[in-house]
């Protein structure tokens, strides 16, 4: 329990130092915006339960919200995300799954585990430009800011859980 608590706080800081630091100053072509900081919500097993994932979700949004000086942006669209992350996974999973999964490469397969990352991914960054931007004035440009960075967050959620997963003592092959 406490190990959780500490690797998940370790993640916590890691992602929201490397957004502050990093990421904030990546805009390619003033379009793609990597926000990989809704990987946290990504590594969450099957039976944590909601309130906690809610709570961990909103810290962390609020944190780069702070970081970023965007207003409560990225905290309602990761608290969206935390909301619909546990039936989103147990979609995803096999039936036969332990209550305790770890999303992974290794416990769910690469395609159900790009799926359920494109999915989330997609939805934050959706839910984070529609905040953002407020209109669909210039829905041409929310189009493509909102599918580039959704390309680069989910590419770099794919890194970190390739590190992640391919460290971790007790995989399965």
């Not at 619909?84 to 999964?101: I, S, Y």
Request: proline share 5%; glycine share 6%; aromatic share 16%.
């Amino acid at each position: 329990m406490i190990t959780q608590f500490l690797q998940r706080l370790l993640w916590l800081v890691v992602l929201v130092a490397a957004q502050m630091v990093v990421f904030n100053y990546i805009h390619i072509y003033d379009y793609a915006t990597p926000l990989p900081f809704v990987y946290l919500v990504l590594l969450f097993p099957l039976g944590t339960s909601r309130w906690s994932i809610l709570l961990w979700a909103f810290v962390c949004g609020l944190l780069c919200d702070i970081a970023s000086l965007t207003l409560g942006i990225g905290a309602a669209s990761m608290t969206l995300v935390a909301f619909v992350q546990p039936v989103l996974l147990r979609l995803m999973t096999p039936k036969d799954a332990p209550e305790d999964m770890q999303p992974a490469y290794s416990t769910m397969g690469f395609w159900n585990y790009v799926g359920y990352a494109a999915i989330l991914t997609s939805l934050f960054i959706l839910c984070y430009f529609l905040l953002q931007s407020f209109t669909f004035n210039h829905i041409i440009d929310l189009g493509i800011s909102s599918g580039a960075s959704w390309l680069l967050t989910l590419f770099l959620c794919l890194i970190f859980e390739g590190f992640r997963d391919h460290r971790s003592p007790n995989t399965q092959s």
